[in-house]
């Protein structure tokens, strides 16, 4: 098997400047834009099968019989698998922290019952992908249907949970001079990464190679050798470049299982691509949320009282929570607190992390409460915030590790011009159109989590970065090149980092936002070894170019090792490795996580923002665009500003979509969603996207790592509808508590 | 049931003439830009196993000043249509239409005769064709005929066009007046209509909407509404009578009758 490993730099890419906080292009650019970047579909090996799934077309009910002969007579068909004549997979144990994690836990073919619609119920193998398709097509599936339930509104016959509690809401809210009592609905979205998911397969003996669209490898490893049956270290997955994810790809899926039992059993790799359409149905989805949120204010805008009852959709066997209660404990100064959740199971496939989960969701309510409020009171919103504005966190009384909420509004409002805002509906125009403008704040969660990489300084003075982490197409490999440049002071052009492989040292899950807060510790912490070895190289060993010197008196610059008092002394890299017959100068290092550790029992470690849009109306036709969009983001120091500017960026342009126009749709007849395409499942166009004002206050958090980073990929969604269902309110009088908007519901305003 | 690509066959003339000989012999689907066509396999709506590729035949592109007449081949792409500047000097609006089909690469393989054929109320450049009284040239092996594009459609995706004859080309009579467009879509661009409106303000106003009703439509009666000196709101009233528009997955009846309205006063205005 081919261990040949994936650099992140093409050939004769040029070096470009090398400085941390400096506009680094991302260094994998080159491979990507010129096509020779190998994504998962694209891998292809010799002998190679195709396999398609055979989706089940009820949303409920039991499998009566599988009919697969004429299928199996059609050209290059191979083989069609199901329950009774494939393998059958195990359940994986419960995860253990961020490992182990499966949203999906029933194995393809346990049973014969469906659960939702697209379930996979079958599977062909042929020589071709069309022909595999075709097999699919001629499986005849016979099912005994019944009733099945994708109702859009929530309700549940179990208890409510408790998430956070403080004070008495309840009677705080009654109390209350000024109440807001609304419910406040997201609807199912689907994560729609451009590159499709999919698995390659394969096995030599009883070792396999998967192939993965993956933003975990370090755990698809964990659940996929329980599932098949076979020791850990005969796993390996791979994972080189990915055309993103938004969590989609966090977690194993079945077509993944699926893939790798019959790759085992046809005795041949095998490639499976999901289809679009699949894509809503088997590889989760953000799931439907229902939040009624009352605020008890004082005249004054104090707050008294918060009370955050929600409820998610999920499927039938997976209770996935939506932490839609994430920020509300935390964000304002508010003595009396209840936030309380339920779940509301559903004929539809599981739902899972979506770029920032939970928060999103919950800051669009709560934000949106808010700015009701604020209306309410005749109070700025930004005021109003302001006056709200807690000392610490008052759900965990820790100091917060760094909070600059306040300094993100005041900047964002003089970015966006707020203090021209007449406040009245309608009020403003321009160029015939009706202008709206509103604004929420938002946080996001900051974390580290446990990885290891290492550093080899070769003699040639290249330096190797690795670690078995993933880059979703952020920028990791970036990053982390600039962090080993930092560390060895190596110049960029020579720092090659691998990624996405489960033969590297363990690395962390590209989600939360925490894979560059993990994995730089681990990488500086490496190099330094890495400089160290090379240091001890230099002065012990019979030819060791400072033989007998302590090497607390040498350093290493330029790529040479010199005495620090006489840098003429310098010997280069090649040289010391040479005398001390050493291929290579190695260091390993890693971080440890936050979760449990000495931070979280002291600080209250999240990032802020603010975010402001400005919207355009005509009335006659109720044509709505974003025509504006200011973001002030309080996320530590920027390392490379230029990719997480694009990371915000990106995320105001899903937000307009989150406003706008996304929703799956299931249809009540048969439980599909409808419209599983990217021609009815609308998201923004390059059209859609305007101006976007980023700014980074680039404060360091002091506590999260040495470099006081935070992570960028999901606080950027945070509050960008609540700000942009503000504008619609503030320019059509319409006030649009269930998602998405529709200017069809703007007329009447 | 999906077809399988590979179960597919189509015959690639190199002529006219040969094209329409195998299309009297066999009752072939012609393919040219295959946009609509190959979202019709990818659902299993389309049946067909045997397709013309009419991609190759000269005859069907072009774009010409005949006269009174600007003449389209069938085959013309969007993309060609957009920066034509016989169709920018006396259809801009066929321009605007074009360019607001679909994204770049729909552009560029889509055609204008497929628009046509294709027969969706809701096609962008259908109302521009509607209020230019454009002639639609048919041939078969057999015979040619002209058919008024008005005349063409005769229900929900149906046409008077026979299983043996292609659209060979689109002819809109010049006109005087103001032409005028616009499309209601939910997003900025790639968006399907939920309404489209075209109309050319000459002594007859000439007024036509899709996505309101089975087939794109003329509002003949507002037209003389207008023409014959009613208020403004008068002919929003008659054009309410003309126009039956549906519920669906992009917009409601309600927006689209109150936005039709908002259209037509805003045209008559401009």
Redesign the interface.
């Known amino acids: 098997m081919s261990r040949a490993r994936e650099s992140s730099r093409a050939p004769g890419a040029p070096e470009a400047p090398k400085v941390i906080g400096g506009k680094l292009p991302r260094i994998d650019g080159p491979l990507k834009v010129s096509g020779r970047a190998v994504y998962t579909s694209d891998v292809s090996l010799d002998g190679m099968l195709y396999a398609v799934p055979v989706p089940s077309t009820i949303a409920s009910g039991r499998i009566v019989s599988i009919d697969a002969a004429a299928a199996r007579k059609l050209a290059g068909v191979r083989a069609v698998y199901y329950r009774g004549n494939l393998r059958p997979f195990f359940r994986s144990a419960p995860p253990q922290g961020f490992s182990g994690l499966i949203d999906e836990k029933r194995p393809p073919f346990e049973d014969d019952v469906v659960r939702y619609y697209g379930q996979y119920v079958a599977v062909a193998v042929a020589q071709t992908m069309e022909q595999a398709k075709a097999a699919a097509d001629a499986v005849r599936v016979r099912y005994a249907a019944d009733a099945h339930n994708v109702e859009p509104h929530l309700a549940t016959e179990k208890p409510f949970r408790t998430e956070s509690e403080r004070g008495n809401a309840d009677a705080a809210f009654q109390s209350a001079p000024v109440k807001i009592d609304q419910t406040y609905v997201t609807p199912t979205e689907v994560h729609n990464p451009i590159e499709l998911h999919a698995t390659v397969a394969a096995w030599e003996g009883d070792r396999v190679t998967l192939y993965e669209t993956s933003q975990a490898i370090m755990n698809h490893r964990e659940v996929l050798y329980q599932m098949l049956g076979v020791p850990k270290e005969n796993v390996r997955v791979v994972s080189h470049f990915l055309g993103s994810g938004f969590g989609g790809k966090l977690w194993p899926w079945t077509h993944s299982i699926l893939a790798a039992g019959v790759a085992r059993e046809v005795g041949a790799p095998v490639k499976l691509v999901v289809s679009r359409q699949s894509m809503f149905q088997t590889v989760g989805h953000r799931p439907r949320t229902q939040q009624r949120f009352r605020i008890g204010a004082g005249h004054d805008g104090k707050l008294l009282s918060l009370h955050h009852e929600y409820l998610n959709q999920t499927s039938i066997l997976d209770d996935y929570g939506e932490d839609c209660g994430e920020a509300t404990p935390f964000m304002y100064s508010v003595p009396n607190v209840r936030v309380i959740s339920a779940l509301a199971h559903r004929n539809i496939g599981t739902p899972t992390a979506m770029r920032g989960p939970g928060a999103v969701p919950g800051l669009f309510a709560m934000e949106s409460a808010m700015d009701e409020l604020a209306i309410a009171l005749n109070i700025d919103p930004i005021e109003l915030r302001r006056r709200n504005e807690p000392q610490q966190d008052e759900s965990s009384k820790l100091p917060f590790s760094s909070r600059h909420l306040v300094e993100c509004m005041q900047v964002g409002a003089e970015k966006f011009g707020w203090a021209r805002r007449d406040a009245r509906v309608g009020a403003m125009k321009r160029d015939g159109l009706t202008i709206g403008w509103g604004m929420a704040a938002c946080s996001w969660g900051a974390m580290r989590s446990d990885a290891q990489a290492s550093v080899e300084i070769a003699r040639d003075g290249t330096v190797t970065v690795t670690t078995a982490t993933q880059d979703v197409g952020t920028g990791t490999y970036t990053v982390l090149a600039l962090v080993a440049a930092e560390a060895t002071g190596i110049s960029l052009d020579k720092i090659d980092v691998r990624l996405g492989d489960t033969s590297l040292p363990p690395g962390p899950i590209s989600g939360g936002s925490w894979v560059t807060a993990s994995v730089i510790p681990a990488v500086s912490n490496a190099a330094r070894v890495a400089v160290r070895s090379l240091l001890t190289m230099s002065t012990t060993g019979p030819n060791a170019p400072f033989a007998g010197a302590k090497f607390e008196d040498l350093q290493f610059a330029n790529g040479r090792v010199s005495r620090k008092r006489d840098p003429s002394t310098g010997v280069p890299i090649g040289e010391v490795l040479a005398r001390a017959n050493a291929r290579a100068a190695v260091g390993d290092g890693q971080s440890s996580t936050t979760l449990g550790g000495e931070e979280s029992k002291k600080y209250s470690l999240h990032s802020y923002g603010a975010q402001f849009a400005e919207v355009s109306w005509q009335p006659e036709t109720a044509r709505l665009r974003v025509s504006r969009f200011v973001s002030v983001i309080d996320a530590g120091r920027m390392l490379n500003p230029k990719p997480a500017r694009n990371q915000i960026e990106g995320a105001v342009v899903m937000g307009i979509g989150m406003a706008l126009f996304e929703e799956a749709r299931y249809d009540k007849r048969y439980g599909a969603p409808i419209n599983s395409n990217l021609a009815d499942y609308i998201v923004s166009t390059n059209a859609d996207a305007p101006p976007i004002d980023v700014t980074f206050l680039d404060h360091p958090d002091p506590v999260l790592n040495e470099f006081g980073a935070r992570g960028v990929g999901e606080i950027g969604l945070a509050g960008t509808a609540a700000a942009i269902t503000a504008a619609v309110y503030h320019a059509t009088g319409v006030r649009v508590r269930e998602l998405p908007v529709r200017i069809e519901d703007l007329l009447r305003g | 049931?999906?077809s399988?690509?590979?179960?597919l066959s189509f015959a690639r003339p190199r002529t006219l003439e040969e094209a329409l000989t195998l299309l009297r012999d066999e009752p072939l689907v012609p393919i040219a830009g295959a946009t609509d066509l190959y979202?019709g396999l990818n659902f299993g709506t389309l049946k067909a196993q045997r397709f013309l590729d009419i991609t190759r035949l000269e005859e069907l592109r072009g774009i010409s000043v005949t006269g009174d007449r600007l003449v389209i081949g069938a085959g013309t792409t969007y993309t060609t249509i957009m920066h034509s500047a016989s169709v920018r000097a006396h259809w801009p609006i066929l321009a605007d239409a074009a360019s607001q089909v679909g994204?770049v690469q729909i552009q560029n393989r889509g055609t204008l005769g497929g628009n046509v054929a294709n027969a969706s109320p809701a096609g962008d450049t259908l109302p521009v064709l509607a209020v230019a009284d454009a002639i639609l040239q048919l041939r078969s092996a057999q015979s040619q005929r002209a058919v008024p594009f008005n005349s063409f459609y005769t229900g929900y995706r149906q046409t008077v066009l026979r299983p043996d004859e292609l659209i060979v080309s689109i002819e809109l009579p010049m006109v005087e007046g103001k032409q005028w467009f616009?499309k209601?879509g939910?997003?900025?661009?790639?968006?399907?209509s939920k309404?489209v409106m075209a109309a050319v303000r000459t002594e007859a106003p000439r007024i036509a909407l899709g996505s309101v009703a089975p087939t794109p439509l003329r509002l003949r009666r507002t037209e003389a509404a207008l023409a014959g000196g009613s208020s403004i709101e008068d002919a929003i009233g008659v054009l309410q009578t003309e126009i039956t528009p549906i519920d669906d997955?992009r917009?409601?009846e309600?927006?689209r009758r109150?936005?039709a309205g908002?259209?037509l006063?805003?045209f008559w205005a401009s």
């Open positions: 049931m999906k399988a690509l590979s179960q979202v994204g616009r209601v939910t997003r900025a661009a790639q968006a399907i309404l997955l917009s409601s309600a927006y109150a936005v908002n259209l006063r805003r």
